[in-house]
């Protein structure tokens, strides 16, 4: 696709409920990451993939964050038992390579643990 | 460690005058550094980065900034705003792995709201 793509835009779940976002990195590009970023905060590093496997996912902050890419493309970030701590803007961003630092984001899923 | 501080949460200007935001890092390691913008309803886009090269950095729509070691400062510079600029502004800096390499990896800092007056 033209850009990096992240569905859904909003998500609103209850605490204690799982729930799976998913990011569509722009095309050829091998290298994505998750960041959170809450109201008032900078992004926040959270995950970085180079093709299928997690290089770096010493931002997630606990057990219950995973994240998936397993085709080298698509990755999902699944939260398990959500809090309302988790509520943010979660950004993927993707790059043509693992030595790029030009990051392209996605618009974000807003979630929202009630 | 790496750290970022964007001086001022928000930052109002006229149409017309100087864009100044002021961002100090620090690092333990010669930095990378970026500044991102974020439109309303969009992605962060990169405006610009240093990676050790010239010390003055040009970005896209009439941006720059300069990388000064000395005052451990980035800071970003449009001599004259447009309302379009109206923006989210972050600076970040990037991590490095075990070889050196710079990556996606970034450190941000909490970010400036640029307002620009007609």
């Known amino acids: 696709g033209a850009g990096v793509s992240q569905t859904p835009s909003n998500k609103v779940t209850e605490k204690g409920k799982y729930v799976e976002l998913r990011c569509d990195p722009i095309?050829?590009?091998?290298?994505l990451y998750w960041y959170r970023q809450s109201l008032g905060q900078g992004p926040e590093f959270l995950i970085y993939?180079?093709?299928?496997?997690?290089?770096?996912d010493s931002g997630l902050p606990n057990d219950r964050f995973f994240a998936v890419r397993p085709e080298g493309s698509v990755s999902t970030l699944k939260i398990q038992r959500t809090e309302r701590g988790d509520s943010a803007v979660y950004l993927c961003a993707s790059s043509l390579s693992r030595v790029d630092e030009k990051l392209f984001f996605g618009s974000g899923t807003q979630l929202s643990v009630l | 460690a790496q750290s970022v501080t964007q001086l001022g949460s928000h930052v109002s200007v006229s149409e017309g005058a100087l864009v100044l935001l002021r961002c100090n890092y620090s690092?333990?390691?010669?930095?990378?550094l970026f500044w991102y913008v974020q439109y309303p309803n969009q992605g962060l886009q990169l405006l610009l980065k240093?990676?050790?090269?010239?010390?003055l950095v040009k970005g896209i729509n009439g941006f720059e900034a300069e990388f000064k070691k000395s005052e451990t400062s980035f800071h970003l510079t449009k001599p004259s705003a447009h309302m379009s600029d109206a923006a989210e502004y972050f600076c970040a800096v990037s991590a490095r792995n075990a070889g050196g390499t710079s990556y996606g990896k970034l450190t941000f800092g909490q970010g400036t709201i640029l307002t620009v007056h007609p």
């Open positions: 095309s050829g590009h091998t290298a």
């Open positions: 240093y990676t050790s090269a010239a010390t």
């Open positions: 993939f180079q093709g299928t496997g997690a290089a770096d």
């Open positions: 690092s333990s390691v010669p930095p990378y």
